[in-house]
């Protein structure tokens, strides 16, 4: 019999609970900050009542596993947010109710996933309680907010509050390897850069790369490659150690070309500042304790830069580092605050 999945909160204790019991509410609620794993938490639920193998923790190899963690699944329906909108409608509710009224396909339970539930409007809202209210056989529905309080109160009287808390250092690195079979060096370094960030943990493991949205409209444009994030992150640190040690007019060019990288797709910004912010408090705590910094694959290369560098100048390049998330944060160009920070880290 494997083990069971990490129970690193008591949300996904009660989840495991609810699986091991059988007896599953017809709706729940799952709360919490971004990155607390409610996502990833809901698919896993999905997949653990519908494995082939009826065993829990998921086989992972099965068919229906398979098609869950490709999102491929006829029966696993998703409800979002529309690409660069900030509500979901009622006609989004509908058209959900109409794929549910027939019979599930496959599934022996058919999951209704709502990301951003807390960004329904009142009509969608009231559209979806007469669903909550009369639910199909054999489907649950699972709502994700960051809180209840913008929610109908007769939603949230027919819902199961789940709330997940972050969390971080060990036992993020225990759950990646436990529940991911991420390797624990590799985990180890990902929960460090992510701090409380399961998702962002995720995507530096290579592991959560897969669109979730089920209403994401395909672009003409072609899209920018993925992030390999384990060589990503290889290439991020060599490219700072690069900017501020290299003493060739190069470096201009080596920096822009760095910050049109990063540009490419929104989804490596994140990912890529987190990465910065580890080097830089690296380079803060080397001098200090070097034992303790975060990129230890990286030792030798501190060293070797290491005594070069003193606090104040540490200090200075997280500082600029943080304007420029302020800036982000902003909608200030991506690119031009990016052009900015590395030219001010070589002092340019």
């Known amino acids: 019999m494997p083990p069971k999945d990490t129970d690193f909160s008591p949300a996904v204790s009660e989840l495991n609970q609810i699986i091991d019991n059988k007896k599953i509410p017809s709706a729940m609620l799952f709360t919490g900050r971004?990155?607390?794993?409610r996502k990833q938490a809901a698919f896993r639920f999905a997949?653990?009542?519908?494995?082939?193998?009826?065993?829990?923790?998921?086989?992972?190899?099965?068919?229906?596993?398979?098609?869950?963690?490709?999102?491929?699944?006829?029966?696993?329906?998703?409800?979002?947010?529309?690409d660069k909108k900030k509500v979901i409608t009622i006609s989004q509710i509908r058209e959900m109710e109409a794929l549910i009224a027939a019979r599930s396909n496959e599934a022996r339970y058919r999951m209704v996933l709502i990301s951003h539930a807390d960004h329904?409007?009142?009509?969608?809202?009231?559209?979806?309680?007469?669903?909550?209210?009369?639910?199909?056989?054999?489907?649950?529905?699972?709502?994700?907010?960051?809180?209840?309080?913008?929610?109908?109160?007769?939603i949230k009287s027919r819902v199961r509050l789940l709330q997940f808390r972050p969390i971080t250092g060990a036992a993020l690195t225990d759950h990646l390897c436990t529940s991911f079979s991420a390797e624990p060096r590799a985990a180890r370094i990902a929960a460090a850069t992510a701090g409380s960030d399961l998702d962002l943990a995720l995507t530096l493991l290579n592991?959560?790369?897969?669109?979730?949205?089920?209403?994401?409209?395909t672009s003409q444009a072609?899209?920018?490659?993925?992030?390999?994030?384990?060589?990503?992150?290889?290439?991020?640190?060599?490219?700072?150690?690069?900017?501020?040690?290299?003493?060739?007019?190069?470096?201009?060019?080596?920096?822009?070309?760095?910050?049109?990288?990063?540009?490419?797709?929104t989804e490596r910004i994140?990912?890529?500042?987190?990465?910065?912010?580890?080097?830089?408090?690296?380079?803060?705590?080397?001098?200090?304790?070097?034992?303790?910094?975060?990129?230890?694959?990286?030792?030798?290369?501190?060293e070797?830069?290491?005594?070069?560098?003193?606090?104040?100048?540490?200090l200075t390049w997280m500082t600029a580092l943080h304007e420029t998330e302020q800036r982000m944060d902003s909608n200030s160009s991506v690119r031009m605050s990016m052009d900015r920070f590395f030219l001010r880290i070589m002092q340019i």
């Open 222 to 265: 072609a899209p920018a490659p993925k992030m390999d994030w384990q060589a990503g992150r290889a290439w991020i640190i060599q490219q700072l150690f690069g900017l501020i040690s290299g003493t060739s007019a190069a470096r201009i060019q080596n920096a822009l070309y760095f910050s049109w990288q990063l540009g490419l797709d």
């Open 47 to 82: 997949k653990a009542l519908n494995c082939a193998s009826d065993r829990h923790p998921p086989c992972n190899r099965c068919r229906s596993c398979k098609k869950i963690d490709s999102r491929m699944h006829p029966d696993m329906v998703l409800v979002d947010l529309p």
């Open 304 to 314: 070797d830069i290491g005594p070069h560098i003193d606090d104040s100048q540490c």
């Open 120 to 154: 329904m409007n009142i009509q969608a809202q009231n559209a979806l309680l007469k669903a909550l209210e009369e639910p199909a056989k054999g489907t649950f529905f699972i709502l994700i907010a960051r809180d209840a309080a913008t929610l109908l109160p007769t």
């Open 34 to 37: 971004p990155g607390a794993g």
């Open 207 to 217: 592991i959560q790369n897969r669109p979730d949205r089920a209403d994401t409209k």
């Open 270 to 302: 994140m990912p890529g500042l987190a990465v910065m912010r580890t080097f830089f408090r690296d380079l803060c705590i080397f001098r200090h304790a070097p034992e303790k910094i975060v990129n230890l694959d990286f030792l030798a290369v501190f």
